[in-house]
């Protein structure tokens, strides 16, 4: 009996969604096959599931035959012909294919127009009918660029000309004067330094008032590593005046940045260390100006220290200095002393030009020279460089996406007894190609090259370790001559952690000793944002190409950049 109930109450529920849920078609017919086709051709729903719906549909279509050019187009009747069936008759009547359209040349500038029509001429334009939605968008975000944000217009005075064109007359309604930012105002962080919101964003009063312009200006802030916008800019129009609000913050842009590195010594066979400290402070005197301090030692009985400012738009100027001080020691052998001195012109937020003067002073510290590879001497070189960069702010793990730096030196070295002219070329640029939200390839090209006549040990090109060719020690390798690539294959877990692959190789030459080689470097690494900053750890191989695989040839590097 209750198999029997259950059953009953299933077969009552179909039967009743069946009844209360009736879907309705709609059929609409031209006034004769072809207005038919035009009908079926534009893809109308014909279920619906009540009279409502079947309205929305009509009205759609109607909106559609208008912007195909059927605007004299009329719903004659419809008709239900049972329960579920409606059938509705349209008489579509000419169709109009183009419109020309007068215009005023003291209001809109032909250039503008010639974007959306391919037929401009000295009083009007023509438009295909299906286009004429989009041009006047079009044209009038182009008069609200122009300093008129409140412009409006229109199509009046609107005539048949001949059985398929139409022609009228464009109204443009819009203030008689160009409005143009009268002041620009920061909310948030007042000190901002204004000679970035004039030579790096490149917003000044005075300009004529373009607020998507402004915005994708403003969006460059998250460039800066000192400053990051709060929320989109604001405007506040009154009769006579336009003031820009920007929103800003001060970001944490100091970094500490150091590493510990150990590895087994081939002759000693014992664990050895090296690292280096990196301090870089950037705006703390809300100038926007850049200190680095780097202190570095390593296993090879090699100091460096080198310290360098950068001041950005000296003097309220477009230009800004950059200065270096560098001092590497090996062993007892000799030591040398690198100083520079660069103005540089920030193009725009991602493009940078560089030139000025370098200066090298090396002094031999052996009191037993007999190999001669070893000398005093003083260069001085004419540097010009150029530097591409391209961010993704909103990536925390890896905040910048493409890196492009060149460098040339045209100058000369001398010792006591000689003068050569030298060159020197240098790259550096990497570039990540995100593959999806978890998956990104990182490829670094860097390398350098030194072109002179003879060449000294102590004036040779240092690379190796872990910001170089991974495997190897710190500036554990000489050259005249190198060029690498660092390759990893990243894997996001989460948007804090990451674990990559390592694929070094590298090719250097170093006439002094005749050698050419090839090395290459294998391995595997994961980093961890934490609290105190970004941790990473680097397991990797160094070998050169005849060599065989040795696991005591291994390196361990492990890094933290914090933020403060």
Do not use: W
């Not at 279920?47 to 605007?71: P, V």
């Not at 920007?246 to 150091?258: P, T, V």
């Not at 030692?297 to 460096?304: F, V």
């Amino acid at each position: 009996m209750q198999k029997a109930s259950f059953l009953f109450l299933i077969i009552y529920t179909l039967i009743s969604s069946e009844l209360f849920c009736q879907n309705i078609s709609l059929k609409i017919y031209g006034n004769n096959d072809h207005e038919t086709g035009v009908i079926d051709s534009l893809g109308y729903s014909n279920i619906h599931s009540d009279y409502t719906s079947i309205k929305r549909e009509l009205d759609s279509l109607q909106k559609r035959l208008y912007k195909i050019g059927y605007i004299e187009h009329n719903l004659k009747e419809t008709i239900k012909e049972h329960d579920s069936l409606f059938k509705t008759k349209l008489h579509l009547k000419r169709k109009y294919s183009t419109i020309s359209i007068y215009y005023d040349k003291m209001k809109i500038r032909p250039e503008i127009l010639e974007v959306v029509s391919k037929n401009v001429y000295d009083d009007y334009f023509e438009l295909e009918f299906s286009n004429i939605e989009n041009a006047l968008n079009y044209i009038n975000n182009r008069t609200t660029e122009e300093g008129l944000p409140f412009s409006r217009l229109h199509l009046s005075e609107i005539k048949v000309k001949d059985t398929s064109n139409l022609e009228a007359q464009l109204i443009i309604e819009s203030e008689k004067q160009k409005r143009s930012v009268s002041k620009i105002l920061i909310k948030g962080y007042e000190k901002f330094p204004r000679s970035y919101l004039k030579y790096y964003l490149k917003l000044r009063p005075a300009q004529i008032f373009n607020l998507n312009e402004v915005k994708n200006k403003t969006n460059q802030l998250n460039n800066l590593r000192f400053a990051k916008e709060i929320k989109p800019p604001e405007v506040l129009f009154t009769k006579d005046s336009t003031t820009l609000f920007l929103y800003l913050e001060k970001a944490k842009s100091n970094a500490f940045d150091g590493f510990l590195g150990f590895g087994t010594n081939e002759e000693t066979n014992r664990l050895e260390f090296d690292g280096y400290l990196n301090l870089n402070l950037i705006n703390n005197l809300n100038f926007g100006e850049s200190f680095n301090l780097q202190y570095k030692s390593d296993e090879n009985d090699q100091k460096t220290f080198q310290t360098d400012l950068s001041l950005p738009y000296l003097f309220k100027s477009p230009v800004g200095v950059d200065l270096l001080l560098r001092i590497f020691k090996k062993d007892s052998s000799f030591t040398t002393v690198d100083q520079s001195v660069k103005l540089h012109y920030q193009i725009n937020p991602r493009h940078k030009v560089y030139t000025g003067l370098l200066s090298t002073e090396s002094n031999n510290l052996l009191s037993n020279n007999t190999s001669n590879t070893i000398t005093d001497y003083k260069s001085q070189y004419y540097a010009f460089a150029y530097e591409y960069i391209k961010s993704q702010p909103f990536n925390r793990l890896f905040p910048l996406n493409t890196k492009l730096y060149l460098e040339t030196n045209f100058g000369n070295r001398k010792t006591t007894d000689s003068k050569e002219e030298q060159t020197r070329f240098s790259i550096d640029a990497f570039k990540i190609f995100n593959l999806n939200r978890k998956n990104s390839i990182y490829i670094r090209l860097n390398g350098s090259s030194l072109n002179s006549n003879t060449y000294f040990e102590n004036e040779l090109l240092r690379f190796g370790g872990i910001n170089s060719i991974r495997g190897f020690e710190e500036n554990s390798l000489f050259a005249s001559l190198y060029g690498l690539i660092n390759t990893e294959y990243r894997y996001r877990l989460n948007n804090s952690i990451f674990i990559h692959s390592i694929f070094d190789a590298a090719y250097f030459e170093n006439k002094t000793s005749n050698i050419k080689e090839k090395l290459f470097g294998y391995g595997f690494g994961f980093g961890i944002l934490t609290q105190a900053g970004l941790l990473r750890f680097n397991y990797a191989n160094g070998k050169n190409e005849s060599q065989k695989f040795k696991l005591s040839n291994s390196k361990v590097h492990i890094s933290l950049i914090a933020n403060f």
